[in-house]
């Protein structure tokens, strides 16, 4: 009798053990196998992978805040469809001498900026001033640097991808932004390597003329070190990106939060009726 439940324990200690090294077994080979199923993406990685998602953006909302050369404490928020090019704007900055806020629309090839009751002092009554980028020839470049709004027209999010550029970057750690989990990497970048990176970039010609007006804007502020924080969410969007660095004029730091992607964005011309056009206006002088 001992004999045989000996032999039964025995039995079953031998199919314990054999059970827990297939279980084990099994274990291990689940865990490895989804190591390899899902590897942690290097920082580079993971930033150029978020530069490639910008390339399926038609639409974003933003919010943009910093300090800029020249400009000095910026804040604005802005909408904007990639096609057609529209874009809605409010944008206030210590160092313009307006009454509150400057409002830029951005529809139908043309460029309005209001200016609320300043504008109307010294307008006839009329809040809106239209720059037509047609009449003036600015038509196929929109080119809003001579028109004294560079950011208009500008996709953000393209300046976010010039992270990729730099030959160091890094994962600073997991943080929250406006209630989303990101993942932050940080990485230091000359104008030099945005340029070079550039070239590399398979872009078609509207594309790459955009960029480079971006990368521009950078030299006219003598910015030519920059460090940039990209903070990329679990779709691997820019949730946010900040640029830093020294300029002729003064520090810059500009940090852009992306609110929405991909939604609706409908831009309306001001009233007619309240609106100075420019190019009617320096037609008239002209012939006076």
Aim: proline share 3%; glycine share 10%.
């Amino acid at each position: 009798m001992k004999f045989a439940m000996r032999g039964r324990v025995e039995r079953g200690a031998a199919g314990a053990v054999l059970a827990a090294l297939v279980l084990g077994g099994g274990a291990v080979a689940c865990s490895k196998g989804a190591e390899e199923k899902s590897p942690e993406m290097t920082p580079a990685a993971a930033v150029a992978k978020a530069a490639k998602a910008t390339e399926q953006i038609t639409s974003l909302h933003y919010r943009m805040t910093g300090k800029v050369p020249g400009a000095g404490q910026v804040q604005a928020e802005a909408r904007m469809s990639m096609k057609p090019l529209a874009m809605s704007m409010k944008m206030t900055a210590t160092e313009q001498k307006t009454e509150g806020p400057v409002e830029i629309r951005l529809v139908d090839k043309a460029m309005y900026i209001g200016g609320g009751a300043g504008a109307a002092k010294v307008m006839d009554g009329k809040h809106w001033i239209k720059f037509d980028l047609a009449a003036m020839g600015a038509d196929k470049q929109l080119n809003m640097d001579q028109m004294g709004a560079g950011q208009a027209g500008q996709n953000p999010a393209q300046d976010s991808t010039f992270l990729t550029s730099s030959k160091h970057v890094t994962k600073v750690g997991s943080e929250t932004v406006d209630g989303v989990k990101t993942t932050h990497y940080k990485g230091d970048l000359t104008l030099a390597d945005m340029r070079a990176y550039l070239k590399t970039q398979k872009l078609d010609k509207a594309t790459l003329e955009r960029r480079e007006k971006s990368l521009d804007q950078y030299a006219k502020m003598g910015a030519d070190k920059m460090t940039m924080d990209m903070w990329i969410d679990g779709s691997d969007h820019t949730k946010q990106f900040r640029m830093r660095g020294d300029a002729a004029k003064g520090p810059l730091d500009m940090t852009i939060t992306f609110l929405d992607y991909n939604k609706p964005v409908t831009v309306t011309a001001p009233p007619a009726k309240d609106t100075a056009d420019l190019a009617a206006l320096m037609k008239g002088a002209q012939q006076g």
